[in-house]
């Protein structure tokens, strides 16, 4: 572990400032640091301690942060994961999420300064994410656990400070969203009929995975009517079936989360999860005379590769929100009651899987392993 002088000694590492909260958090608004919300202070004691569960050269970058491309070492993760109250052990899934918004594929740049309301989704699977209790039952994408608070606020922070996705300058968003603060979830694999995420994105399945998406906030599903897995399935599709989200004009990869009750009604029907995505990608789709004109002018192009023969005139043609048949992310998270939800993406985005692992290339069974004596 890195000792307190190691890091003190590091060019840049420190700022003197009162020991006080207010005086901490007076001097983070002036900096403009934060996300508006109160900060941990990131004494070198606390980044010490975070770092403990480092096993990398904590200034040497792991990635960079667009849109300024900042160097994302790990003792400036380990300042704002302090900053969000993260526990020390929580600080792994930090960098491993890090790592995956930064592959090309994510897409982070656009996502960062885009107009669209978009954040960074973190899904975490395995079984570090049980180890340090993350909630994937009830109110999972809400309030009240603190591994998914703060690995998300953590993340986000560092995009910020790092990154410099600071609002009206690197985040161009209209409007933001109140997921722009933390967006973090581990799926609920017990209530699962199916393989999970981890698994289907190809990792065993005691592997601990992050996968991140460029996402909008959910849109809730209410189906308590519904008594078939085809009935929920057809609701589910007409609620992705939007006229404005961007999923309407790019092949995106949305997501749709089903809550376990849900979920154990689909399944016991017969449906597996590729016949969940196949029946989502047949019915999920919009009139093209549902958008306006100057949509239609703008945006037939697009659209050409997914509808034979498309033109103008056609007003009653139907145009797929999911491009292809495994087009679409399905998860299971929630606790009781007959709700789903659907969550659009930014469009032009992948999501991207990363497992924790250690330099080696061995997973990392538990969290312990990592800490540093």
């Known amino acids: 572990m890195i000792e307190l002088e190691q890091l003190r000694a590091i060019p840049g590492a420190v700022v003197e400032a009162d020991d006080d909260v207010e005086a901490i958090n007076e001097l983070v608004l002036a900096r403009n640091w934060g996300d508006g919300l109160p900060v941990v202070a990131p004494t070198a004691e606390r980044v010490q301690a975070m770092l403990a569960f480092c096993d990398r050269p904590v200034d040497q970058p792991i990635a960079m942060i667009p849109p300024r491309y900042g160097e994302a070492t790990p003792l400036r993760l380990a300042a704002n994961a302090v900053m969000a109250g993260c526990r020390p052990e929580y600080?792994?899934?930090?960098?491993?999420?890090?790592?995956a918004l930064c592959e090309e594929k994510f897409n982070?740049?656009?996502?960062?300064?885009?107009?669209h309301p978009c954040s960074t989704l973190i899904v975490v699977n395995g079984p570090i994410a049980r180890e340090i209790g993350m909630n994937s039952g009830h109110n999972a994408f809400g309030p009240g656990n603190r591994a998914n608070a703060?690995?998300?606020?953590a993340v986000r922070l560092a995009m910020w400070n790092i990154g410099g996705a600071i609002p009206a300058s690197g985040d161009m968003a209209t409007h933001g969203a109140p997921s722009k603060y933390t967006y973090c979830i581990a799926e609920n694999e017990q209530a699962n009929p199916w393989s999970p995420l981890s698994v289907e994105m190809g990792f065993p399945a005691d592997a601990t995975t992050v996968t991140v998406y460029g996402a909008e906030a959910p849109h809730n599903v209410n189906d308590h009517?519904?008594?078939s897995g085809e009935g929920l399935l057809r609701m589910i599709a007409g609620t992705i079936a939007q006229t404005g989200a961007n999923n309407i004009y790019y092949a995106g990869e949305p997501l749709v989360v089903l809550g376990?009750?849900?979920a154990a009604s689909i399944a016991k029907d017969g449906y597996a999860k590729a016949d969940v995505k196949k029946y989502l990608y047949e019915h999920a789709r919009v009139r093209l005379g549902a958008l306006s004109d100057h949509n239609?002018?703008?945006r037939l192009v697009q659209w050409k590769p997914y509808v034979e023969g498309l033109s103008f005139e056609q007003r009653d043609a139907l145009l797929p929100v999911i491009k292809a048949e495994d087009g679409v992310h399905v998860i299971v998270v929630g606790g009781a009651g007959k709700h789903s939800m659907y969550i659009p993406t930014f469009g032009p985005t992948r999501p991207v899987t990363l497992a924790l692992k250690h330099r080696d290339g061995a997973l990392v069974k538990s969290i312990g392993e990592l800490r540093q004596a």
């Open 91 to 99: 600080f792994p899934l930090v960098m491993l999420a890090i790592e």
């Open 108 to 115: 982070l740049y656009g996502i960062q300064a885009t107009t």
């Open 150 to 153: 703060t690995i998300g606020r």
């Open 225 to 227: 009517e519904s008594l």
């Open 260 to 262: 376990p009750e849900h």
């Open 296 to 298: 239609i002018e703008r």
